[in-house]
């Protein structure tokens, strides 16, 4: 990273894939881990390769309510065979079941010796002793083999995969009561700007309430982040070089919003610069064209633009995969999108690639999208009230009521 800073507009222009991808290249995943309880591991990112210490399913065991036989006995239109005896899930039957013989089943009972196949209760009649049942289409059926979900010695899950629910049960249903997981990745953010307020305090003229490190709060805990919120820091050289350093030696990556673009007061690329190293880039994105990324000793800096919605944008299109990969996770969530005709009109130049906010609705069983209100840079409403991001390539120019559209509903992080 030895790009020095670029005066004035004339910083690189990269593409949203190529800014993306190239955060995605600096950014390895930070070393530590620690190993938990099962449900504090909840979201939490798994460091190692889990193997299955035994067979899941542990034995052959009856996936239905039924009567568990042997198929080459029941080759006849209808078959009388002698009922034996009853296995019950968490109560095995003890003998064998023998040519002629049955014995009853329930669900996720172990299969009895003998036995290969479970006919389903509906399918069988009682009668006197005995039990009268169908041929069997497929001999093995309705039986769940040991082994079938997770085999014993082969891995469980991969490290690198986030702790849901369902990997929850399926450390459970391993026995396991710890996990090793990697640590939280501690971020710092600090917002940026002489107009700036915080809340709790009067406005003053020409001020505004900084909302950006809320919106950076709530992206960063939903990912699961350590946070450490620094506050406002002043449009001053000597200040933000102070927040910088402080940040640097707590933290393993610092997001800044504001200062970033090409006016009098935007120091932040200047002083990341100044401090360590950077690379500035005018993105072909709207919102949130300048960028700065770099790095102060072990610390990754992430200069974002002021304007709250492009916060919101480049966070989620270009700097997200990277704190993904920050936080071990591998392979990167998908983003799945989906084209849908859009009812707005929607004004466009091409050369960006341009991320309007939508609200996908349902028409007549056709799922379609519209545009969430005012598109202004600084409009958050155009994100509360929407549900997914419009996603217009490069090329794309205006877009008429009734055009096909790409479609990225907004993921748990938004
Ligand atoms: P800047 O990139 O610093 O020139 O900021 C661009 C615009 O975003 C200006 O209108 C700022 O007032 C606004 N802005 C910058 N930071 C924040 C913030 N933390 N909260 C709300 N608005 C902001
Ligand atoms: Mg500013």
């Not at 009853?86 to 996720?108: D, E, H, K, L, N």
């Not at 479970?118 to 309705?142: T, W």
Request: glycine residues 12%.
């Amino acid at each position: 990273m030895s790009d020095k800073p670029e005066c004035g507009g004339k910083a690189p222009a990269l593409s949203v894939a190529q800014a993306r991808q190239a955060l995605l290249d600096a950014v390895t995943p930070v070393v530590g881990w620690e190993m938990l309880p099962i449900r504090t591991a909840l979201g939490r990112v798994l460091s190692r390769d889990l193997v299955a210490p035994f067979d899941v399913p542990a034995h052959d065991n009856s996936a239905m309510d039924g009567f568990a036989v042997r198929a080459a006995d029941l080759k006849a239109e209808e078959n009388r065979l002698e009922l034996v005896g009853t296995a019950y899930a968490g109560g095995a039957f003890s003998g064998q079941v023998g040519p002629g013989q049955a014995v009853r089943i329930m669900t996720g009972a172990v299969l009895p010796r003998g036995a290969d196949t479970v006919v389903m209760q509906e399918a069988a009649r009682l009668e006197g002793d005995g039990v009268i049942l169908p041929a069997v289409s497929r001999p093995g059926q309705n039986v769940r083999r040991a082994g079938e979900d997770l085999a014993a010695g082969r891995a469980a899950l991969l490290a690198g995969r986030r702790v849901g629910p369902a990997e929850l049960g399926l450390l459970a249903s391993l026995g396991l009561a710890e996990v090793a997981v990697h640590r939280r990745p501690r971020i710092a953010f600090f917002s940026t700007g002489d107009e700036l307020a915080s809340i709790g305090r009067p406005l003053g003229p020409g001020e505004v309430y900084d909302s950006n490190r809320y919106t950076l709060y709530g992206v960063l805990s939903r990912l699961g982040m350590e946070v450490l919120d620094l506050g406002v820091v002043r449009d001053d050289p000597a200040a933000l070089e102070r927040a910088f350093t402080e940040a640097a030696a707590e933290a393993d990556a610092i997001l800044t919003t504001g200062g970033v673009s090409v006016g009098e007061a935007d120091y932040i690329r200047e002083i990341m610069g100044r401090l360590g190293e950077v690379r500035f880039w005018r993105i072909d994105i709207k919102p949130g064209r300048p960028m700065a990324f770099g790095r102060l000793g072990d610390t990754w800096l992430f200069g974002l633009p002021g304007n709250p919605v492009a916060v919101l944008v480049s966070f989620y299109q270009i700097v997200l995969d990277a704190l993904y990969r920050l936080q071990g996770l591998d392979p990167l969530p998908v983003r799945p999108s989906f084209r849908v005709p859009c009812d707005s009109p929607i004004r466009k130049l091409p050369g960006r690639r341009e991320f309007p906010r939508g609200v996908l609705f349902q028409a007549e069983g056709e799922w379609r999208v519209r545009l969430s209100g005012n598109q202004g840079s600084g409009v958050l409403r155009s994100m509360t009230d929407a549900d997914c991001f419009i996603c217009l390539p490069e090329d794309r120019g205006n877009v008429s009521p009734g055009d096909l559209v790409e479609v990225e509903p907004f993921g748990r992080v938004l």
